[in-house]
C-alpha cells in the first residue's frame, strides 16, 4: 500500500471523525435538521475544500518532498481559517450578538495544517 493512499484514508478518518466533532460540540438536545445543514456547510467549507484545493494545486504543479510540505501546509491553513470566516460572515454574524470573526477564524489553525500535510502527502507518494 503506497503512502498517498494511507493518506487518502487518513483523510478519509479525519473526515469522519472533523463532521461527527463539529455536530456534537453544539448539538441541541432534539435532532434538528437546520442545524445538521449548518454542520454540512461548516464542514464541506472547512473540512473539504482545504484538503481538495491543496491536492488539487499539488498534483497540478507537481512539486516534491519539503516545497510540497510547505505549499500543503500553507494553502490548507489559509483555506481552513478563510472558509471558518466565510462561515462566520454568512451564518454567525447575521443573528447578532456574534463573537469576532478572528475568534471563529483561529478555530481553523489546526484543522487546516492537518489537512494541508494530508494532502501533501497525498499528492506526492
Not at 116 to 125: R, T
Request: with cysteine; proline share 5%; glycine share 10%.
Amino acid at each position: 500500500m503506497t503512502l498517498s493512499r494511507v493518506a487518502l484514508m487518513g483523510y478519509g478518518v479525519f473526515l469522519a471523525f472533523y463532521t461527527w466533532y463539529k455536530y456534537s460540540v453544539a448539538a441541541p438536545p432534539e435532532f434538528s435538521v437546520g442545524y445538521v445543514q449548518s454542520v454540512i456547510i461548516l464542514v464541506l467549507m472547512t473540512g473539504v475544500t482545504p484538503f481538495v484545493v491543496a491536492y488539487a494545486l499539488l498534483k497540478a504543479v507537481k512539486l516534491k518532498r519539503l516545497p510540497a510540505s510547505i505549499v500543503g501546509l500553507a494553502v490548507g491553513l489559509i483555506f481552513c481559517v478563510a472558509g471558518y470566516a466565510a462561515f462566520w460572515w454568512f451564518f454567525i454574524a447575521p443573528n447578532g450578538s456574534a463573537p469576532a470573526v478572528y475568534d471563529v477564524a483561529v478555530r481553523g489553525v489546526g484543522w487546516g495544517l492537518l489537512q494541508g500535510g494530508l494532502a501533501a502527502i497525498a499528492a506526492n507518494h
